[in-house]
């Protein structure tokens, strides 16, 4: 009976299982797009499509390190623009690069984590999205404040004054805190991730930028100034 079944799926499409019907209307969620972000994006997608071999195809599936190579050059390209344009918005609206950086540019340059955290999330592997967001970070500091530092200092011979603790101090030690809020949670939850466990994440993440606002805005100044009123 059921192999009768199981022709009878092959030849008529009938009795498909779920999963095959989540993955139609993935598939038709993907193909209608988003319409104006798809429009706006164009430019980018063009670009990208010709500069970064797509090794899943066959005739570049030898070109994995180019494609590689190429995503870190865009990647590094973006994050430049984005610094810049970070950089002038501060200048503009009068607003601290120090909050500039807490709290814009760390979001924008998490985003991919986040999503990449979230993927995995979603198929099951817990691990992985928690490893992810771990190691990000570990590599964000150890990496990504250790390889321009040595090459200001290796370009100019001279070492490179960073922020003293009264500006870092404060983040760092915050850092160190949500560390260990984090494992204390896992460790209540018994090593599971539930929704609480987001709540209380996204709970923290709301309390520091309220945080990092009011403690860097100097007293009496807006936070947005238009038009240099």
């Not at 706006?40 to 010709?50: N, T, V």
């Not at 992985?128 to 500091?141: D, K, R, T, W």
Request: proline share 5%.
């Amino acid at each position: 009976m059921d192999e009768e079944a199981a022709t009878a799926r092959m030849f008529t499409g009938k009795g498909s299982t779920e999963e095959e019907e989540k993955e139609d209307s993935e598939a038709e969620e993907e193909e209608e797009g988003t319409g104006v972000l798809d429009i706006i994006a164009l430019p980018l997608a063009l670009a990208m499509k010709f500069t970064i071999p797509d090794c899943r195809e066959e005739r570049f599936k030898s070109w994995y390190f180019v494609t590689f190579t190429m995503s870190i050059v865009w990647i590094g390209l973006l994050s430049f623009v984005m610094a810049d344009t970070a950089t002038r918005a501060s200048c503009i609206l009068e607003i601290p690069e120090l909050i500039v950086g807490l709290l814009v540019l760390s979001v924008g340059t998490s985003v991919p984590d986040a999503l990449s955290s979230i993927i995995v999330a979603k198929e099951g592997k817990g691990d992985m999205a928690v490893c992810n967001a771990l190691g990000s970070n570990i590599f964000n500091i150890l990496l990504g404040l250790g390889l321009p530092w040595w090459v200001k200092i290796a370009q100019t011979g001279e070492p490179y004054p960073c922020p003293d603790f009264s500006e870092l101090g404060e983040p760092m030690i915050l850092l160190v805190g949500f560390l260990a809020m984090f494992l204390i949670i896992l460790q209540v939850g018994n090593w599971k991730l539930k929704p609480s466990v987001g709540y209380a994440l996204l709970g923290g993440q709301a309390l520091y930028t309220v945080w990092t606002l009011l403690r860097n805005m100097p007293v009496g100044h807006p936070i947005i100034v238009v038009g240099g009123k």
